[in-house]
């Protein structure tokens, strides 16, 4: 007669008869994340100039993260014919470089595209590349994410752009530079939301 007892993740298989004691291992399913989707919105105050509005929404799993994001800075102009604007969007694909103990990195790349309005000298539109790194840190009750990449755009234009900021519930504060090859960079504090 056989008798079963569990010790811990184990199985003891005991044989009353013959008194032999085998120990079984259940097979170890890999522990996978399943995918979630992440949505941050954030107000920036730009040093120098207005604000800026952010906007990212991203699926992300143990294989990927696919996101989707939209920025636009506005700022009075000087001559007082009204607000001069800004509008960046895009997608990346990211591909894990690092996993595990509440850290997640991806590699990232995809496309811009970026839009003036009611530019003085013209409005413009061009369209680009975006690559680099998104990082997340788990730290108890709060989490570091930081952002780091370079956009290039045609007619040799080329932005660097990074965050970094410290996530507690839903809030996060964080600090955003957007720097140009042209002209001053765009950098200042940002608060948000993260859900």
Do not use: C
């Not at 990195?105 to 000298?121: H, I, Q, W, Y």
Request: glycine share 14%; aromatic share 10%.
């Amino acid at each position: 007669m056989y008798r079963r007892q569990y010790d811990g993740a184990d199985i003891v298989v005991i044989d009353n008869e013959n008194h032999v004691i085998r120990r079984i291992s259940p097979k170890q399913e890999p522990n996978r994340e399943q995918a979630h989707f992440d949505f941050y919105l954030g107000i920036q105050k730009v040093i120098e100039s207005d604000t800026s509005f952010s906007i990212t929404g991203a699926i992300t799993d143990d294989w990927f993260r696919l996101a989707a994001y939209g920025s636009r800075y506005w700022e009075e102009r000087m001559d007082g014919g009204g607000k001069l604007t800004m509008t960046m969007g895009g997608g990346t694909l990211g591909l894990p470089i690092q996993q595990g103990g509440g850290s997640h990195a991806f590699l990232e790349g995809g496309v811009v595209l970026l839009e003036t309005a009611n530019d003085p000298t013209a409005d413009s539109s061009i369209t680009g590349g975006k690559f680099g790194l998104h990082l997340e840190q788990r730290l108890r009750k709060t989490t570091i994410v930081g952002d780091a990449h370079a956009l290039l755009f045609e007619a040799s234009v080329r932005a660097y752009e990074a965050r970094i900021g410290l996530r507690y519930g839903k809030f996060e504060g964080s600090f955003r530079v957007l720097d140009f090859n042209v002209g001053p960079a765009l950098y200042g504090p940002e608060v948000g939301l993260a859900f």
